[in-house]
């Protein structure tokens, strides 16, 4: 079996030893002389030193890895490139700092501490007016409170938590209002009239 990177052994001519001649005239003298006596020709091996054994198998080796790796990196194949794993790290680290700033605004907004008597039907929308004011330094956004104020004088309304009456305003007219339909039919038609 050749050994790839090298050359092909030659067979030899043919190979003088004691056994060949010795296989040859024992088959002359056991009577089958009607055909000539064949001659068994081996290919002399080749011998390899320890240092090109070294070499081959170094050269294996290292075909063998860079297949592997051509492999696992999909070269060749428009596969993953240095550029395209780059831009995936970016956009989970613009995607884990956006997370972490809504996390924080959200705990600013609802932290007693900082009296700000937002309604938590409003928390929603003002992390998204108070997310895109905000300015990062190592991954934090470093501008909570001006942020923050900025949106409550855009819109102080989100930041109002008061309870609406329990009458839904209707205290605040000191006309009477009719109490059925027919009423407020007559009432409508009475003003009409007026």
Request: net charge negative.
């Amino acid at each position: 079996m050749p050994i790839e990177g090298l050359p092909a052994a030659e067979p030899a001519a043919q190979a003088n030893t004691p056994d060949a001649g010795a296989t040859n005239t024992a088959a002359q003298q056991s009577g089958a002389g009607a055909q000539p006596a064949q001659q068994t020709e081996t290919p002399a091996e080749k011998t390899f030193t320890q240092a090109e054994v070294n070499a081959m198998i170094a050269n294996r080796v290292k075909s063998g890895l860079k297949a592997e790796l051509k492999k696992l990196t999909g070269d060749g194949e428009g596969g993953v490139t240095l550029e395209t794993l780059q831009q995936q790290l970016n956009e989970e680290r613009s995607a884990r700092q956006a997370l972490e700033a809504r996390a924080t605004v959200r705990e600013f907004l609802t932290d007693t501490r900082n009296q700000l008597n937002v309604n938590p039907a409003n928390v929603a929308v003002i992390e998204e007016l108070v997310n895109g004011r905000l300015q990062f330094e190592n991954g934090k956004p470093t501008n909570i409170k001006d942020a923050i104020n900025a949106v409550k004088a855009l819109a102080p309304a989100l930041f109002t938590n008061q309870p609406g009456s329990v009458e839904a305003g209707e205290g605040r007219n000191t006309t009477a209002r009719p109490t059925d339909m027919n009423a407020w039919i007559r009432s409508a038609h009475a003003k009409k009239a007026a």
